[in-house]
């Protein structure tokens, strides 16, 4: 698999990117040019120059700068919401995927439930229930994904926990955490693996979409969605301002995409016979 996944170089332009962009957060005041929260009203709507590499906004703070600090909510975020998800996923799935009967009933229904409403609606409504802060918007996104990570790792399982190591486990007394955890899991990592991949490019446009609307992060923390925002009141008269947080997010979930497509080509039971 990572002999297939190291030839395609689209798979490794990706990573590429996704960890250049992962290591200029981290290391974000090393990388920006200025403090991201410095206002000067006299350098508002700066043109590019090299000492504002991508202009400044309406209050002449440095886009540049703003940006590489908003790596931090827009990317990080996301991650810790794609951990919580498929974290809570997993494990309903696993339970669902190997008892039968009541257990599998119980989580299946509350799967249907949470399935059957609109996420992004079920988001908004969450999100206006607890309150507008990015730890609930985190907490929504949890609350309302869980559940299809929970059927498709369910049917994963059940497509393993019939193979003869899982059975001869079972046969020589193991007991059942270990073989979910030992045998089961590890049997479907590949497959929640590509999951993840493919569905974090959705958690990051939902959170900048919450950002956008005033819902998620709040000003004055720098992040991609809510520098849209701000750019909006702008556009016609100085649209440059909405040019970088949009082409960043466009360029970071196609990454992430395009990862989960290689990933998927890797993994593919038709590719490991060539």
């Known amino acids: 698999m990572w002999r297939r996944l190291y030839k395609n170089k689209m798979a490794m332009v990706m990573i590429g990117i996704i960890l250049m962009t992962t290591i200029i957060g981290i290391f974000a005041p090393f990388f920006a040019p200025h403090d991201s929260y410095k206002i000067n009203i006299l350098d508002k709507y700066a043109p590019y120059s090299l000492e504002y590499p991508l202009g400044t906004d309406n209050l002449g703070r440095c886009i540049l700068s703003r940006m590489i600090y908003g790596i931090r909510p827009t990317l990080f975020l996301s991650l810790l919401t794609m951990i919580g998800t498929i974290s809570i996923g997993t494990v309903m799935g696993l339970l669902a995927g190997y008892f039968t009967g ?76 270990f073989i979910l955890f030992r045998h089961l899991l590890p049997s479907i990592s590949s497959e929640m693996a590509v999951l993840a991949t493919l569905d974090i490019g959705w958690a990051i446009l939902n959170i900048s979409t919450l950002s956008f609307l005033g819902l998620g992060v709040q000003a004055p923390t720098p992040e991609w969605g809510a520098m849209l925002s701000e750019a909006k009141n702008v556009l016609t008269t100085n649209p440059n301002q909405m040019i970088a947080p949009g082409v960043a997010i466009v360029i970071l979930v196609a990454a992430f995409n395009f990862l989960g497509d290689a990933l998927r080509d890797a993994l593919d039971p038709k590719e490991k016979n060539l």
Do not use: H
């Open 102 to 177: 009541i257990i599998d009933e119980i989580i299946m229904r509350m799967v249907d439930v949470m399935l059957s409403f609109p996420s992004q609606i079920m988001v908004f409504a969450v999100v206006a229930l607890l309150g507008v802060d990015v730890r609930n918007v985190i907490l929504a996104n949890v609350f309302i994904k869980w559940a299809w990570y929970a059927r498709m790792i369910r049917t994963n399982v059940m497509k393993y926990k019939d193979t003869n190591y899982v059975l001869y486990s079972r046969c020589i007394g193991n007991k059942e955490s």
